[in-house]
Nanobody, 114 residues
Framework: QVQLVESGGGLVQAGGSLRLSCAAS????????MAWYRQAPGKQRELVARISTHGSTDYSDSAKGRFTISRDSAKNTVYLQMNSLKPEDTAVYYCNGYAEMAYWGQGTQVTVSS
């Protein structure tokens, strides 16, 4: 059973920073890609950032320049560093790993106050 466990969410003021972590129960290189998604109330889940096995990254337009996805293979962990947070970044953030199927974490709440 593959598990992805997120941590690091919380309440922060606008302009602040948070770092989310996603710990995988198996090697992150066993996934074709790992990603962070988010879902705000009443909205669809959307891709925030993705990192491939080869290390290439891509970001949503809203995340570019403010968020950075990275990984630590020794810890089987993927991170999302979020800077210059805005109230519209408020959402539940989910870790995703795609291999033979898509795996999801339970989500971590990020709330940005104005």
């Amino acid at each position: 059973q593959v598990q992805l466990v997120e941590s690091g969410g919380g309440l922060v003021q606008a302009g602040g920073s948070l770092r989310l972590s996603c710990a995988a129960s198996r090697s992150i290189f066993s996934f074709n890609a790992m990603a962070w998604y988010r879902q705000a109330p009443g909205k669809q889940r959307e891709l925030v950032a993705r990192i491939s096995t080869h290390g290439s990254t891509d970001y949503s337009d809203s995340a570019k320049g403010r968020f950075t996805i990275s990984r630590d293979s020794a810890k089987n962990t993927v991170y999302l560093q979020m800077n210059s947070l805005k109230p519209e970044d408020t959402a539940v953030y989910y870790c995703n790993g795609y291999a033979e199927m898509a795996y999801w974490g339970q989500g971590t709440q990020v709330t940005v106050s104005s």
